[in-house]
């Protein structure tokens, strides 16, 4: 399993900085989750797909 820890910025105003954490799944997909939030995550078939829907 490869995990790596990414952050992002939301466009909204004021911008939010987040670390998430990108988990490639034994199934081939990727499962993204911010980190401190656990219940937030998001499954994609890529890391594109992954951060769109968190």
Do not use: F, W
């Not at 790596?4 to 997909?29: F, H, M, R």
């Amino acid at each position: 399993m490869n995990l790596a820890v990414k952050s992002t910025s939301i466009t909204t105003t004021p911008k939010l900085t987040y670390d998430v954490l990108i988990e490639n799944q034994a199934d081939g997909t990727v499962k993204a989750t911010l980190l401190g939030l656990p219940d937030c995550q998001s499954l994609g078939n890529t890391e594109t797909d992954s951060h769109r829907k968190t």
